[in-house]
């Protein structure tokens, strides 16, 4: 599965994670590409210049 990850609000910079372990990087409005092959239940968080975190936990099935 491939996603396109990107984050309404916050500011500067941004710090993805996927189940704690660090994705990568984005700035402003940028996005990040994420290949994804685990099934089972998963936590995708963002965290900002100024501390704002943001976080969603989904399933991939298939």
Do not use: N
Request: glycine content about 14%; aromatic content about 6%.
């Amino acid at each position: 599965m491939r996603l396109k990850l990107s984050a309404l609000g916050g500011s500067g910079q941004r710090w993805w994670f996927l189940d704690g372990s660090p994705l990568g990087s984005t700035q402003g409005a940028d996005s990040l590409a994420l290949a994804l092959q685990e099934r089972g239940q998963h936590q995708l968080s963002v965290l900002d210049e100024g501390g704002l975190t943001a976080r969603v936990e989904f399933q991939v099935l298939e």
